[in-house]
């Protein structure tokens, strides 16, 4: 079974989502989907500033098999981003949760945080694909 850390949510296109301070969120994707992916190559990621609607596609991870987009779990400006994932996109693989989150985005919407997928719900879902 993947890793998945308890205190984030989840979304059916395998992103994660932390509540960080006020009304910002970090964003990545999980180990599951790394594992999937297999070897990750580049990683293409919207700028801070950039505004992002909920499950529209805000930039895309590629690896050695395919190119995946992401989807933004929330709606939201782009607050931050990882740049340390120009230069090694390999943090995707060994360190999905911390090393390689990628935006973080500031929302109107936290409500919407409650409603994505819990572990639970998320450990259910990969074990159906």
């Given amino acids: 079974?993947?890793?998945?850390?308890?205190?984030?949510?989840?979304?059916d296109e395998h992103e994660w989502i932390k509540k960080e301070e006020g009304s910002q969120y970090r964003i990545g994707i999980t180990d599951f989907a790394q594992d999937e992916l297999g070897d990750i190559v580049f990683v293409e990621l919207p700028s801070v500033g950039d505004e992002l609607k909920a499950d529209e596609p805000f930039g895309s991870v590629e690896s050695v098999k395919t190119v995946s987009e992401l989807y933004a779990p929330l709606s939201g400006k782009v607050v931050s981003v990882n740049?340390?994932?120009?230069?090694?996109?390999?943090?995707?693989?060994?360190?999905?949760?911390?090393?390689?989150?990628?935006?973080?985005?500031?929302t109107d919407d936290e409500a919407a945080f409650?409603?994505?997928?819990?572990?639970?719900?998320?450990?259910?879902?990969?074990?159906?694909?």
């Fill in 1 to 11: 079974m993947s890793n998945l850390p308890k205190d984030l949510r989840y979304t």
């Fill in 83 to 106: 740049e340390d994932l120009d230069d090694s996109p390999e943090f995707v693989n060994e360190s999905p949760y911390e090393k390689a989150w990628m935006i973080v985005i500031e």
């Fill in 114 to 129: 409650e409603r994505l997928l819990s572990t639970e719900e998320y450990e259910a879902k990969i074990k159906e694909d």
